[in-house]
């Protein structure tokens, strides 16, 4: 966030809810199998869902909660402009978050982007990373509710202006995969009488 929902915020706060858009230049190659996230831009909590990072670079780990998003603020910046999580214990281990996860996203129940990973407590074991960190705590997610629109008044400062360029008001947009290939048309490989 640029300071326009804190006036200014000290060095130590986030204004808004921090996010970084990418575009990419070209297409990735059809090998890749690319699926490009789908994601929801209203402000109604997600009641499960998962998040997906690469914690210091290592290999994809995904973390899962179960428990309704709650609002909060992070590091003393604007209220309610993310959301707050907490891990559970799956089969795989308990969920939670290291350096280098940040910006990563949070899914909702129904598989859509609600936020972006901005810090949080999150730590495999208690204190882990610092004293009041463990399995238990929450992790903070910028809401994608804020980043649409609250962050500032310049297309530098909102996604509204990049994913909404032609104003229709959506607020969902659901998943892809390969948008820009051209459809295969299913084969029936079967005989029926």
């Known amino acids: 966030g640029n300071g326009t929902l804190n006036n ?3 060095s130590s706060e ?7 858009l990418v575009e990419l230049n070209s297409q990735p190659p059809s090998s890749y199998n690319v699926y490009y996230a789908g994601w929801n831009r209203t402000n109604t909590a ?25 609002n909060a603020a992070f590091n003393g910046g604007a209220s309610n402009a993310h959301w707050a999580v907490k891990w559970i214990a799956t089969a795989n281990g308990h969920g939670v978050t290291e350096g280098g996860s940040s910006g990563s996203p949070i899914f909702n129940q129904n598989g859509l982007i609600v936020g972006q990973l901005s810090g949080g407590g999150s730590a495999c074991t208690t204190n882990g990373a610092g004293q009041g960190t463990g399995p238990n705590e929450y992790d ?13 008044t310049t297309s530098n400062c909102q996604l509204k202006p990049w994913l909404d360029p032609n104003n229709t008001g959506a607020t969902t947009l ?20």
């Open 46 to 70: 997600a009641t499960s869902g998962v998040g997906i990072h690469h914690p210091a670079g290592s290999a994809k780990k995904i973390s899962t909660y179960n428990a309704t998003l709650l």
């Open 14 to 20: 986030v204004a808004g809810s921090d996010f970084y």
């Open 140 to 152: 903070l997610y910028g809401k994608l509710y804020t980043d649409w629109d609250q962050n500032g």
């Open 8 to 10: 200014p915020p000290s």
């Open 174 to 193: 659901a998943g892809i995969a390969a948008p820009c290939s051209s459809p295969t048309i299913p084969v029936a490989q079967f005989v029926a009488t």
